[in-house]
Nanobody, 121 residues
């Protein structure tokens, strides 16, 4: 019913920047929150940042000041601007959205397929 498609991952040198995008499509009535998680090899998936439809944002402490989340509500799209990237930022980044689909009264969480970010010289 809902598809999330991420783009923008890749290989970047330490100190570099990347911008991730995630577009939601399908039978969407409304979106309450969109966000990004990441999972590095051998580690648990962790929250990176989230943004609500009212533009409230939340960041994991290690990302504050380096990452910026934003959204285009009209396009059901969320962005993650990542600056000053470090090798420890290497992970698969997943988009997530809390969506109410058409003909439903509840919000459910959906996930994208993930995009690889590799920070290496």
């Amino acid at each position: 019913q809902v598809q999330l498609v991420e783009s923008g991952g890749g290989l970047v040198q330490p100190g570099g920047s990347l911008r991730l995008s995630c577009a939601a499509s399908g039978s969407i009535f409304s979106i309450y929150r969109m966000g990004w998680y990441r999972q590095a090899p051998g580690k648990q998936r962790e929250l990176v940042a989230a943004i609500t439809s009212g533009a409230g944002t939340h960041y994991a402490d290690s990302m504050k000041g380096r990452f910026t989340i934003s959204a285009d509500n009209a396009k059901n799209t969320v962005y993650l601007q990542m600056n000053s990237l470090k090798p420890e930022d290497t992970a698969v980044y997943y988009c997530t959205a809390n969506v109410r689909v058409v003909d439903s009264s509840r919000f459910d969480n959906y996930w994208g397929q993930g995009t690889q970010v590799t920070v290496s010289s």
